[in-house]
């Protein structure tokens, strides 16, 4: 296989960005490619320098996405983390390491920006996805919660 070009996302990316989102049996839900929401919130993310919404392209497409979102902090000495979210490898590219290599270039981004934490949180009906995220060496360490403000 070609060795995938990982890079920050571009607007032009924002339509398969989209695409890899809405690809699985959660995304299919709660995803609506085309809706003018995802251009704002786009605009925001690039203009933010604690966001890194980043791209796996290969052979001109667009086949992984995931965004690291850096947060500075007080607890452990003022060590800033890095949360990993949307992690996403279109289906036809899965299970190729692609989804390895595109989360331990994210790793290598975070030590860069002084990172000491890297941290996620998954859908706790994605079971493939924790087995992959424990094969990378994270670790099961906490219980997640969300209160959803809806609309």
């Given amino acids: 296989m070609t060795s995938p070009v990982l890079r920050r996302a571009v607007e032009a990316d924002l339509p398969a960005i989209v695409d890899l989102l ?13 809706d003018p929401g995802y251009a704002a919130a786009f605009a925001a993310i690039d203009a933010d320098p604690n966001q890194l919404l980043a791209v796996a392209e290969l052979d001109g497409a667009i086949v992984g996405t995931l965004q ?7 607890s452990h000495a003022g ?4 949360q990993l979210e949307a992690v996403r490898i279109r289906a036809d590219r899965r299970g190729g390491g692609l989804g390895r290599e595109l989360v331990e270039w994210a790793v290598r981004q975070a030590r860069q920006r002084g990172a000491r934490i890297v941290q996620l949180t998954s859908n706790a009906s994605r079971q493939r996805a924790h087995r992959f995220y424990e094969r990378l060496g994270f670790e099961l360490s906490h219980v997640g919660m969300k209160l959803d403000l809806g609309r």
Avoid: Q, V, Y
């Fill in 22 to 34: 809405a690809d699985d049996s959660l995304g299919r839900t709660r995803e609506r490619p085309g």
């Fill in 68 to 74: 690291l979102t850096f947060i500075p902090g007080l």
């Fill in 79 to 82: 060590a800033t983390r890095a």
